[in-house]
């Protein structure tokens, strides 16, 4: 017998989306922690940042850091 597919609502996946960049925890600890797919959740943080919606993670914002170089520190 087959199992029946599970339906996410749309607030539980927009809740899952902002655990990953609020906690800084791993997509596959969030994945587990909410018994979903660690993929699915990690391709709907994906869109989510390319999309705007999702924050960086704390300490990696854009334009800090090592990877800005020095000019980024100038902006601070």
């Not at 990690?42 to 924050?55: K, L, W």
């Amino acid at each position: 017998m087959t199992e029946k597919r599970r339906v996410f609502t749309a607030e539980l996946r927009e809740r899952a989306v902002r655990i990953v960049p609020e906690t800084g925890k791993p997509i596959p600890e969030v994945a587990q922690d909410l018994e979903i797919n660690e993929t699915t959740l990690a391709n709907r943080v994906s869109r989510a940042r390319q999309a705007g919606n999702g924050r960086e993670r704390p300490g990696h914002e854009r334009g800090v850091g090592p990877a800005a170089g020095a000019g980024g520190l100038t902006r601070l």
